[in-house]
């Protein structure tokens, strides 16, 4: 079991930044693939961001693509979303997740545990 807990979520400004981070409560955090999600009101949970255990591996939506950029450090356990030029289709509940499989997924249904969502709110 892994719980993951966001912060940093709050209100900015259209063009602003933010950092999101994720911490884990299990030392084996590294044996996990990490992802970043979202859902805004009256739309479905999305996919923005994904990273690989060791952190050598990304991936990320075309929507966020040179805007967004994933990290984690293993050594905290956390895991990290770098927001630049936030607009106010950016809104939504950001959720971070784990995954236990081989591979690095950008699906919801491959992970298996997941935080209680940070809110971001981009103003025009």
């Known amino acids: 079991q892994v719980q993951l807990v966001e912060s940093g979520g709050g209100l900015v400004q259209a063009g602003g930044s933010l950092r999101l981070s994720c911490a884990a409560s299990?030392?084996?955090?590294?044996?996990?693939?990490m992802g970043w999600f979202r859902q805004a009101p009256g739309k479905e949970r999305e996919f923005v961001a994904a990273?690989?255990?060791?952190?050598?591996?990304?991936g990320y939506s075309d929507s966020v693509k040179g805007r967004f950029t994933i990290s984690r450090d293993n050594a905290k356990n956390t895991v990290y979303l770098q927001m630049n030029s936030l607009k106010p289709e950016d809104t939504a509940v950001y959720y971070c997740?784990?995954?236990?499989?081989?591979?690095?997924?950008?699906?919801?249904?491959?992970?298996?545990?997941w935080g209680q969502g940070t809110q971001v709110t981009v103003s025009s």
């Open positions: 997740a784990a995954d236990r499989t081989a591979l690095l997924h950008t699906t919801l249904r491959w992970y298996d545990y």
């Open positions: 299990r030392r084996t955090f590294s044996n996990y693939h």
């Open positions: 990273i690989s255990r060791s952190g050598g591996g990304t």
